[in-house]
């Protein structure tokens, strides 16, 4: 205890064994552990950042050479996309319009829906009853894709066949219900996060005017709520364009645009299927795989964008109710 | 010569570490890859010591490997190209052919459709587009809904050329990423049409084609259109005895046979 001896003990500290004062040696271990925690944290984080970096470097790497070499016109533009062929042409226009295509049909199904059961939730149902429908809505997003997809083939598809009469039931249709199905957790769970957010006092301001309760749902609490309800869309959207393997098991993999763009019974192809469903055979090196990596690139500038318009919503959507 | 060496170091220091472990390299085609893949865990369930890896890059990247030195055994569903074959042997590599099984592609329709035949020209013409309505091959008015099996699996490389004959497939063709579902889609659905292995007949209708209706014995004869050997390649013909040699023999067995008709294709035999 030669320390203690040492110690320039000013006042009585809680642990009067412990020096006030650190010797040389021990302010520099503690120097070189605080240092160091803060090294190792900052590369844990930095790891993850690093994650997104890599593959955005590899993914615009390896499509470089497509890119450089083809024309970009004729990449974006045109509707054949022939990789086997003799004479292979990459036109990736009818799969990117798929993407889309399923993509705002998905929304046009689950955003209805989606934000009428947030209201439900966060404005209706009781506290007790919400707290378990919630976490059940969220299982929804925990059911692996490939087990929707299955549903959509043995199931969905025979079903459009028989009922609505339909010549083939892997279709855009198909693809956009399952979608849908599928971004719904998203969408009710940030949305109501978000119309939960909105405080007592907007609701009882509004009853205390005179306002039913519909009128203050509809024309006080969305209208509140809605740069969550926008970013809860986004986030949907970026879920139903980034699924695989769905929409490669149920919108048909055809590789063609809705004529006319309405005819959701034709069958249509996706970026993300496209990539899955031929990534395995495209010989390293070719043509073939750098234009794979270069709807790669499309795909990851659709959902960078997307996240980042997610992000300037939720932002406001904090603001807006003082909460961060 | 600076990778036989390396190559030699390897297996002298691995037969240094462990004296009696073997191993088998075989790399190729994902259409063989299956067989190879039940004949190496049978082998492993019989000589557990056997330490057997079975890649699946594709027939030209068996070749290479077979040409580098990289493997035992190339799996390949189509013979060597010349060029293939010229480097092999400019390398001291002397390709040596196998056929453990034939590979029939059966074009297959709802069993309610009328259309009991077709002509190879009329297939191609339906997976061109060309020919969209069944009225237009004698069957009922209905718009015909044409499923491929996706661009990397094997049994589209065997449709592709033995069928489409390089013409492209149409933009309206659907695509499905394993032969059940081929087949599932084509049962469900009205005015499909599809192919798949032999195996995959249950509840769908195939059709014969050119006159020849797809069986075991019209496949393994070769009279069926759609029909193509399947190769195993190795570096001249192995050492009697070897582990290489009872590989590439094994389709000659009963139990070879058998796992080769658990995996959809057709044993060699004819009778």
């Known amino acids: 205890m030669s320390n203690a001896q040492i110690s320039l003990t000013l006042e009585p500290a809680a642990d009067t064994r412990r020096p006030m004062a650190l010797t040389p040696g021990e302010d520099f271990r503690g120097y070189l552990a605080s240092h160091l925690g803060r090294a190792v944290l900052f590369l844990m984080t930095f790891t993850s950042v690093l994650a997104v970096l890599l593959i955005l470097l590899f993914v615009i790497l390896r499509s470089f050479s497509f890119l450089s070499g083809y024309s970009l016109v004729e990449f974006l533009a045109s509707r054949d996309w022939r990789p086997t062929a003799e004479s292979p042409v990459f036109g990736s226009l009818a799969i990117i319009v798929g993407s889309l295509y399923v993509s705002f049909a998905a929304l046009l199904f689950a955003v209805p829906l989606g934000v009428l059961a947030a209201v439900f939730l966060s404005d209706i149902l009781s506290w007790k009853a919400r707290n378990v429908v919630k976490p059940v809505v969220e299982i929804l997003a925990a059911i692996p894709s490939v087990a929707y997809g299955f549903f959509a083939v043995l199931v969905l598809a025979p079903w459009m066949q028989k009922h609505l009469g339909l010549s083939t039931g892997t279709n855009a249709l198909n693809a956009s219900l399952i979608l849908a199905i599928m971004a719904l957790p998203t969408i009710i ?33 969305i209208p509140a709520a809605h740069s969550g309800i926008i970013a809860a869309v986004v986030l949907g959207m970026m879920r139903a364009i980034g699924e695989t393997m769905v929409v490669w098991m149920a919108s048909g993999n ?37 234009a794979l990596f270069a709807i790669g690139v499309l795909l990851l500038i659709l959902t960078f964008s997307l996240n980042i318009v997610s992000e300037y919503f939720l932002s406001r959507a904090k603001k807006a109710t003082g909460k961060t | 010569m600076k990778k036989m060496i390396a190559s030699m170091i ?90 453990v099984a034939m590979d ?12 009991k035949a077709l002509t190879g020209a009329q297939v191609r013409d339906i997976y061109t587009g060309k020919i969209a309505n069944w009225k237009e091959v004698g069957g009922s008015d209905t718009p015909i809904v044409v499923i491929s099996r996706d661009t990397s699996s094997g049994t589209y490389e065997t449709f592709e050329s033995l069928v489409m004959k390089k013409q492209p497939m149409g933009a309206g063709v659907e695509y499905v990423n394993a032969n059940p579902q081929a087949q599932s889609r084509v049962r469900t659905t009205a005015g499909a049409i599809g192919y798949v292995g032999l195996g995959f007949l249950e509840g769908v209708k195939a059709l014969s084609i050119d006159g020849i209706s797809p069986t075991r014995q019209t496949v393994a004869n070769g009279s069926y259109p759609v029909t193509r050997p399947l190769f195993l390649f190795t570096n001249g013909y192995p050492k009697l005895g070897s582990v290489v040699h009872k590989f590439v023999t094994f389709h000659l067995t009963e139990k070879g046979q058998e796992l080769i008709e658990s995996k959809g294709f057709v044993p060699l035999t004819n009778y």
Request: with cysteine; charged share 20%; hydrophobic share 40%.
């Open chain 1, 189 to 221: 769970s940030v949305a109501e996060d978000s119309i939960s957010a909105i405080g007592r006092e907007l609701r009882e301001a509004s009853y205390s005017c005179g306002a039913t309760r519909m009128e203050t749902m509809i024309k006080v609490i």
């Open chain 1, 254 to 290: 055809a590789t063609q645009i809705p004529h006319p763009w309405w005819d959701v019974s034709q069958s249509i192809r996706t970026m993300t299927a496209t990539i899955a469903g031929e990534m395995g055979e495209a010989p390293e090196d070719s043509e073939h795989r750098g």
């Open chain 2, 10 to 99: 390897v297996s002298v220091l691995t037969m240094g570490v462990a004296a009696h472990a073997q191993t088998l390299q075989i790399d190729g085609s994902t259409t063989v890859g299956p067989i190879a893949d039940a004949f190496a865990e049978y082998f492993k369930s019989v000589q557990p010591d056997l330490a057997i890896t079975v890649k699946k890059t594709g027939s030209g990247d068996g070749a290479a490997a077979l040409i580098d030195g990289r493997c035992d055994i190339a799996t390949m569903s189509r013979f060597m190209k010349p060029e293939e074959f010229q480097k092999a042997v400019a390398g001291n590599v002397l390709p040596v052919a196998h056929v």
């Open chain 2, 104 to 115: 029939g592609v059966c074009i297959v329709v709802h069993p309610s459709n009328p259309v």
